[in-house]
């Protein structure tokens, strides 16, 4: 299987700040990374697919990218609505394999 | 407009066996691949099980022999069978769609239904 090692697990940001939530893939996946966004009691929610698309009506403040088998979301000025847990999520192979997440909080 | 409601759950004792159902509107779900996931309280994410356009099927190996996902065309409904449940199996269950066939990143997602396996 392969392994999703997501940093940090929690995060303290401003309003306005520059976010970077990082994911290393244990093998090659390609670019076949998304991310999702998770409030308390939600659904999850698609942000970005295939490393770097931005999934319709997600805010161009919400970005990714990848350098090998290390995958970035970048969330370039935090907004309220923003304090939420994200995840990424591989799906080069089955079984999907998730990132163990990173929360968001209010600094 | 998609939406996906997922029904089923409640408190079950350990061995026993709940059907989920995952009723879906605005698209088919013979037409695309659609998944469980799990959620066990406080933790991640847990990919469970797949069934794909073509009806073939695939699953976590801490289900597998025990959960099986099917659907039913006609009533555009996705269930999962679970059997044997055990404690660990407790999470709150999402049903999701992906965008397009052959991705499997999932792009509308249900509010999930809570398993609880406990005696």
């Known amino acids: 299987d392969i392994q999703m090692t997501q940093s940090p697990s929690t995060l303290s940001a401003s309003v306005g700040d520059r976010v970077t939530i990082t994911c290393r893939a244990s093998?090659?996946?390609?670019?076949?990374l998304a991310w999702y966004q998770q409030k308390p009691g939600k659904a999850p929610k698609l942000l970005i697919y295939?490393?770097?698309s931005l999934e319709s009506g997600v805010p161009s403040r919400f970005s990714g990218s990848a350098s090998g088998t290390e995958f970035t979301l970048t969330i370039s000025s935090l907004q309220p609505d923003d304090f939420a847990t994200y995840y990424c999520?591989?799906?080069?192979?089955?079984?999907?394999?998730f990132g163990g997440g990173t929360k968001v909080e209010i600094k | 407009e998609v939406q996906l409601v997922e029904s089923g759950g409640g408190l079950i004792q350990p061995g026993g066996s709940l059907r989920l159902s995952c009723a879906a509107s605005?698209?088919?779900?013979?037409?695309?691949?659609m998944s469980w996931f799990r959620q066990a309280p406080g933790k991640g994410l847990e990919w469970v099980s797949v069934?794909?356009?073509?009806?073939?099927?695939d699953y976590a190996d801490s289900v597998k022999g025990r959960f099986t996902v099917s659907r039913d065309n006609f009533k555009n409904t996705l269930y999962l069978q679970m059997n044997s449940l055990r404690a660990e199996d407790t999470a709150l269950y999402y049903c999701?769609?992906?965008?397009?066939?052959?991705?499997?990143?999932?792009?509308?997602w249900g509010q999930g239904s809570l398993v609880t396996v406990s005696s």
């Open positions: 999701a769609k992906t965008s397009i066939v052959g991705y499997s990143y999932f792009d509308s």
């Open positions: 605005g698209f088919s779900v013979s037409s695309i691949y």
């Open positions: 069934i794909y356009n073509g009806g073939a099927t």
């Open positions: 093998q090659s996946i390609s670019k076949w």
């Open positions: 295939t490393t770097s």
């Open positions: 999520q591989q799906y080069n192979a089955y079984p999907l394999t």
